[in-house]
């Protein structure tokens, strides 16, 4: 399989990347910011091809502008002793500073330019699933809250600012709050004692780094309460009755080895229970799930990508029936783009959030890039591009219209499935392209206007 490795700087791995617009005194003109391992980089968006790139060490800081609120700043180092400033416009720029914002501790440091404050550290307790409490690490960090193991202050887990709807007082338990997060309510629990200092650092980080303001909210439910709806919207038992269970060992970061749960199938959810106590551990909705991951040479592994980027790692002896029965579940939900396949989705080939549509400008650069890069190692590049661009229900922009628009479209359509049946056969092609072909010529003939171009080619 290709790499998502970038030529210029050895190394540098892509995470994430987003559609941009950048504004010099050359004018505005598109480009795709990337976040990766060891750089940031902007691409030419129709060639793919690196026009800057800045190793952390020369990157100083990213700030988003108080003009608009899609706007935002990068300071980089330029020469010695100097800097440079540039300015970008993007419609999904929280995403874009939290993802930069994760390679903080990397950034180099310039004269005149402020360093963002050491992680702030808070210690303190979780409610746990169990109801019990567990000690923990609070600590606030650039882009978001993490929460440490406190003996070998490991990372548990994170909520980035991005993610949190609010923060609940508890008025009747003592230094008691919730993080409201996950877009349904769900309910993270903890009990600080300097509760008030870290609510007010917690707002002013998120504020200052990613432009997210961080609403404070008072309920009427105490402790009991919030326990008990800590599920959010599905804290009802509608939303927590099982129509199908499986017994699953799942890997997780919070222990050290396999764990095991029943992952129950409810109409809306996916549900994780503790089999000793069948208490729900976490739900899931079934809308959120991006696509189900079924590993290719271990017949038990498997995995399920939700729309904010979380991946979760299990095990079942009944993997099959199990996959079948989310897929089912989820598409009857609503969710067309479901589907299943055999890698993990590429975070840093797609151009947008996963829980956002790409712009149809980037539909019609991708399928030119399919149809005029030919054959190779490229290719399989090409079609990843494009199918972790595209929905798997099919193109959003295809629908015929007025004068040369729909003829274009039918062109570039036909241009692409005309370059993926040119390798049709081709022996040394692997398994995961060749798979990804098969993935790239759903989503072209999926529309109206691609299946007629499909039932319409020579070959």
Known sequence: MFSTILSKLEGNTEVARYYTTKHSWRGKYRRLYSVGTRAVATLNPATQEITNQWEYKDFVDIVPSQKTSNEFVIIVKKGKKGKETMTFTTDYRTDLLTETLRFRPLFGTLEGVPKHPDDQKFSGYKYQWTEKRVSIVLAICSCSLMQL????????????????????????????????????????????????EFIRKLVGAAQANVGENIAIKRRQLGLEGCLSKRLGKYSDDESLTSLAEFNVQKMSRRHTGPVPRILCLSETCLVERDPGTYA??????????????RHPSEPQRFAIE???????????????????????????????????????????????????????????????????????????????????????????????????????KEKLINLSLTALLIVEGHQDVPSEELEAHFHALRRLFASKAGFHAFTNLPK
């Open 149 to 196: 193991d406190p003996g070998s202050q490991r990372r548990l887990c994170h909520y980035d600012y991005k993610d949190i709807e609010g923060i609940v007082l508890i008025e009747d338990a003592p230094g008691a709050f919730a993080i409201m997060s996950g877009g349904f309510g769900r309910l993270h629990i903890f009990a600080l004692q300097n509760r008030d």
């Open 280 to 293: 729900v551990v976490t739900c899931r909705p079934l809308a959120e799930v991006f696509s189900l991951i």
């Open 306 to 408: 939700y729309i904010n980027g979380t991946v979760r790692r299990y095990t079942s002896t009944n993997r099959d029936s199990l996959l079948a029965s989310i897929l089912d579940g989820v598409r009857a939900s609503g969710n067309r783009d479901v589907h299943v396949k055999m890698t993990i989705t590429l975070r840093g080939l797609r151009t947008a959030p996963f829980n956002m549509p790409v712009d149809e400008e980037v539909e019609s650069q991708l399928m030119k890039y399919i149809g005029s890069i030919g054959t190779g190692r490229s290719f399989g590049y090409a079609v990843a591009l494009f199918n972790n661009n595209v929905p798997y229900s099919g193109l959003l922009h295809a629908v015929t219209q007025e004068g040369l628009f729909a003829e274009n």
